[in-house]
């Protein structure tokens, strides 16, 4: 038997008002994430200047670590929300 959709029961201004409201969110919640991205983006580099001033050559250890990670299989998101 096949679940009802909730959407169904609601009117189509109901719908539109559900979905803005949703994209609105989910905008915010972005503009929050890109924040919080930027903030690491900048630690990280704090830190990989630290490394190369002392002497750590990262792009060597990037090259082992590419040649020793197991292959990945990325499902889109689609797959995912079934």
Do not use: C, Y
């Not at 679940?3 to 559900?18: A, H, L, R, T, V």
């Not at 630290?50 to 250890?61: H, P, Q, R, S, Y």
């Amino acid at each position: 038997m096949a679940e009802k959709n909730p959407m169904d029961d609601m009117s189509k201004d109901e719908q539109i008002g559900f979905h803005k409201g949703s994209l609105s969110t989910l905008a915010k919640e972005r503009q929050e994430m890109m924040k919080i991205l930027q903030i690491v983006e900048q630690l990280m580099q704090m830190h990989i200047k630290e490394l190369k001033d002392l002497g750590v050559d990262l792009e060597a250890m990037a090259k082992d670590a590419q040649k020793t990670a197991p292959k990945k299989d990325s499902k889109p998101i689609e797959d995912l929300l079934k």
